[in-house]
């Protein structure tokens, strides 16, 4: 039912060095309280290429869906974009005016969020839908614009897309509408989804199912994704590169294969090990102290020094810079020197 | 409690590799039994549309016949995918619900005489559960949310014993005592789940019913949490139900574990042979399609089909229309649990399928 022809070995390449899709420069993000503005996203730069699925992980709090709301243009008060630029296809897209931002939105990127339902109107039939999004996003109409969204359908690999078409979204189960989800995604021919938890609320069996799918469809339409979760394991399987947010800032980027077996920063090694896996037989599970600081209480220097093992003195005083490269790196004084590996 | 308090100070230092189970548990008696447990839900249409209609009652079966034993000291889990009906065993063993037949003992006392008020082992029965933003009251501070079982079930006297206590189980779960003058709002997720494993310890209880309690959580929280559980076990020598869908977290958490598809025990074996060894074919593609660290770039083959609605699960074995070992008599016979090379299997071809 499902095309599952992608390779491991070419999911697993390095991207190529091609023009970027998305370019993030600097973007900070604030939430603006009585109090004043709270950074939550704070100077993050980063690239995603065509067809490359970049995961984006961190804890609850560390901000990882707030940039992905940010790059959507879905961003409402009392949060707002308070620095940097987004670049999408060589266009700056974070200043436009609100009728050409919905225009991309949709277009050029669309987003999966992690409950189907919140993505979907109850009221109207999944084709109904589906051809508003066709139709609203490209040339074609009436009859061409319902084709193309029973091609949609059968793409995500729903049985019957003719027939089902006709069906609201409560007659169908939670992994079958997360892929009229990713349909409708898909409607506009997007450059980049934005992917936030979209296995979340998924039961593991169905999950492979749709991490299959999203690699399966950036290897044959070259849609970037931007695959937000917390969830190590998904990251691992689904994605190309990753990055890891703490308390509102990319602290280490680089492949999933160096990020995963020798992680930079000490922050990525403690999260790693408190993940428990089957057959890992310890007596007590590795764990970071304490907890990710809140974000209108960030410590000077690096923010994760007051739970780092291999604190310095320098990191209480300095905060450390992620160094512009394409390959692996980390936001860390210790790694910088060379003190730890 | 006071070296638990210790540990958790001194949370950091990374855990020594130590194999496991440690050697000087032995075989205990079994604390809880469970007896072909089952748990049906009436999920039929209003009277009236039924008349109208013309359609039938219906029922769901959320648990269907469940047996196993818990030794003092052990730990169990019950590992499946939503709507498996791990949860409602899990409340039928708690004494929350009353099943619709069968038995579950506490020291051969049946439960609902317990959960009745009369017996002594009531204080002995705790639970915690996942969601430690719904399951502690908003308003109360939280030195009453963990005077509560200790007041209701009068274990101590005088409002200065009971301070004392809660002081201590503060302590004694990673808090400190002041925080009992705060209300639940004011802790994170993480500290939470503290509260609420703090508030299950109040009655000193030797079984504890933990449904998902750490599902909600991060992982590195999560790790915190499960460590405080196991250092907990060891020093008062509790008794876990365990409840997951994570199998990593049971393989970490558990001595025997079940797994669950659609109301039933489709395996039951201890940790090591289920992992090594699943003979289920619903536990081996559970396993398979579990994402782990290693999966990097990897392809899962991912299970075919999804869950079927339990109002109307399919005829013969449950899980027969996604399996792969399939033939026709899966289709007409219901399995029963049997033992197959020191597991305990639901499946016709258990034998036949073992790699």
């Keep these: ?341 | 409690m006071s070296t638990i308090a210790a540990a958790h100070i001194a949370i950091d230092r990374p855990a020594e590799p130590r194999l496991e189970p440690p050697p000087e548990r032995l075989p205990a008696a079994a604390l809880v039994k469970v007896r072909h447990l089952r748990k049906v839900f009436d999920v039929s249409a209003p009277w009236i549309t039924r008349v109208t209609t013309g359609q039938g009652r219906k029922t769901l079966k959320a648990v269907d016949d469940i047996s196993f034993e818990i030794p003092q000291g052990r730990t169990l889990s019950l590992v499946g995918e939503s709507g498996c009906g791990k949860s409602t065993a899990a409340r039928c063993i708690a004494g929350l619900q009353k099943p619709t037949s069968g038995t579950v003992s506490y020291r051969d006392t049946p439960i609902e005489d317990i959960a009745d008020g009369a017996s002594p082992y009531r204080r002995d029965i705790q639970m915690i559960f996942q969601d430690p933003y719904g399951s502690l009251n908003p308003r109360w501070r939280v030195g009453r949310i963990i005077a509560e079982p200790i007041l209701a079930l009068k274990l101590a006297d005088g409002s200065r014993d009971v301070r004392e206590r809660v002081a201590d189980l503060l302590v004694g779960v990673g808090l400190s005592a002041a925080d009992s003058d705060k209300y639940p709002h004011e802790f994170s997720g993480g500290q939470r789940q503290r509260i609420a494993v703090a508030r299950a310890l109040a009655s000193r209880p030797a079984f504890i019913v933990c449904d998902e309690p750490t599902s909600a959580l991060d992982v590195s929280v999560q790790a915190q949490i499960l460590n405080l559980m196991r250092d907990l076990q060891d020093e008062l020598g509790l008794t876990y139900l365990f409840i997951s869908h994570n199998l990593a977290v049971v393989d970490h958490m558990s001595d025997t574990v079940g797994v669950m598809y659609l109301g039933r025990i489709v395996e039951l074996a201890d940790k090591e042979t289920l992992f090594r060894s699943p003979r289920h074919p619903y536990s081996k593609l559970l396993m398979r399609t579990m994402p782990t660290l290693h999966s990097i770039g990897a392809i899962r083959e991912p299970m075919q089909g999804e869950v079927p609605n339990p109002i109307d699960p399919p005829h013969g074995c449950a899980f027969n229309p996604r399996c792969p070992f399939a033939v026709e008599r899966c289709r007409h016979e219901r399995p029963e649990i049997r033992a197959v090379d020191g597991s305990l299997v639901a499946c016709h071809r258990a034998e036949e399928i073992t790699q």
């Design chain 1, 1 to 341: 039912m499902l095309p599952l022809v992608t390779s491991a070995a070419s999911a697993s390449a390095a991207p190529e060095r091609a023009a970027p899709l998305v370019e993030v420069k600097g973007l900070q993000v604030a939430l603006n309280t009585e109090s004043g503005a709270i950074p939550v996203v704070r100077d993050v730069s980063f690239e995603i290429m065509p067809g490359e699925i970049l995961g984006v992980v961190g804890e609850s709090g560390a901000g990882k869906s707030m940039m992905g709301t940010a790059l959507t243009g879905l961003i409402d008060p009392p949060l707002a974009i308070v620095g940097g630029e987004i670049h999408c296809n060589g266009r700056r897209i974070d200043n436009l005016p609100p009728e050409d931002l919905r225009k991309v939105r949709g277009a050029e990127i669309a987003t999966i969020f992690q409950d189907p339902l919140t993505s979907l109107n109850p009221v109207f039939t999944i084709g109904r839908q589906l051809v508003e999004t066709i139709e609203e996003h490209t040339e074609l109409k009436g009859q061409a614009a319902r084709q193309e969204a029973i091609s949609l359908m059968a793409q995500v690999g729903i049985p019957a897309p003719e027939a089902r078409l006709a069906n609201y979204p409560h007659e169908f189960s939670g992994g079958m509408r997360q892929r009229v989800v990713i349909a409708l995604a898909l409607a506009g021919r997007p450059r980049l989804i934005v992917a936030d938890e979209p296995t979340t609320a998924l039961d593991v069996s169905i999950q492979g199912q749709i991490i299959a799918l999203l690699r399966d469809l950036c290897q044959r339409k070259g849609t970037a994704v931007m695959l937000i979760t917390h969830d190590m394991g998904v990251i691992a399987e689904a994605a190309q590169r990753v990055a890891v947010m703490y308390a509102g800032r990319i602290v280490e980027i680089g492949p999933v294969r160096d990020v995963i077996l020798t992680p930079r920063h000490p922050y990525t090694r403690g999260l790693m090990g408190s993940i428990p896996e089957v057959g890992r037989r310890l007596r007590r599970l590795p764990q970071i102290a304490g907890a990710m600081p809140r974000l209108d209480a960030i410590p000077r220097g690096c923010a994760f020094s007051p739970r780092c093992p291999d604190v310095m003195d320098i990191c209480r005083q300095e905060r450390p810079e992620l160094k512009p490269s394409a390959g692996h790196r980390a936001a860390c004084w210790a790694t910088e020197r060379g003190v730890a590996a």
